[in-house]
């Protein structure tokens, strides 16, 4: 079911934002037009499709792709793909195994959907987006009963790896659980000795991560198309924090 929503914030007038499933070809494109535009200016990536303004590979056509639209001016401003695990088996893996061996999942109880290539236009980078996104991908957990969700999250690298290695002290004293699935990373970060004072903030879909319930599963993998360090996620959908769990009501 679609949903529709008015968000406003201190800097920007009322939005009437809808989110939606992204079905047919002409909507793939708008997706992979909207993920170059973010992509390529945030992180300088190496974009298969480039050459069209677009970033696309060869899972595209194989995933459900769902975003959100600002209704006042017909833009998708905020976008998402999903590969469950009957495509996943069907491609030969996940797009996450390209990056991890990933010990345990086939012991995984119940279907595992996995979420990636997740972009937000830099105008629209507030809760009331993401909440937006996730209520439509809470509809998909829900009509697929998937009990699993995981993905990757990308850390930017042009730092050379302190903003990375910042991050991921943090995550590995609060969030790091092994229990479920173990994610090693096929290309490691290089070692980086860090002082005790540096800070970072969290990347703000990783962020969104963290606060639903999902864990990591182990050390970030370099992509250099990408110039990021990826974190794997893994959200299991009876362990939502139910302070969030109002985003994803439809699949609890």
Request: proline share 5%; glycine share 8%.
């Amino acid at each position: 079911m679609t949903q529709i929503a008015r968000t406003r914030d201190r800097s920007t007038p009322e939005r009437r934002l809808q989110a939606e499933r992204l079905l047919g070809a002409a909507a793939l494109r708008e997706a992979q037009a909207l993920r170059f535009r973010v992509f390529s200016a945030e992180f300088d990536a190496k974009l298969q499709g480039a050459e069209l303004g677009l970033d696309m590979d060869d899972y595209d056509g194989h995933c459900a792709h769902i975003g959100v639209r600002d209704l006042s001016s017909g833009r998708l401003v905020a976008t998402t793909r999903l590969l469950d695990h009957h495509a996943a088996r069907g491609l030969g893996g996940y797009y996450s195994e390209e990056e991890f061996r990933l010990d345990g999942l086939e012991g995984l109880e119940g279907a595992v959907l996995e979420i990636g290539r997740t972009c937000v236009d830099p105008a629209y980078r507030n809760g009331g987006t993401i909440a937006v996104l996730w209520s439509e991908l809470a509809e998909v957990l829900n009509e697929g009963n998937y009990r699993y969700l995981m993905g990757c999250a990308s850390i930017p690298m042009q730092d050379g790896g302190i903003q990375a290695e910042a991050i991921m002290q943090r995550l590995r004293e609060r969030y790091l659980c092994t229990e479920h699935l173990r994610a090693q990373p096929r290309t490691p970060l290089p070692a980086l000795d860090l002082p005790g004072n540096v800070i970072a903030e969290l990347p703000p879909l990783l962020k969104a991560y963290m606060r639903l319930g999902a864990k990591i599963c182990g050390e970030p993998c370099w992509d250099p198309d990408f110039q990021v360090a990826d974190v794997f996620i893994l959200l299991k959908r009876d362990e939502l924090c139910p302070r969030y769990a109002r985003h994803f009501k439809a699949a609890v």
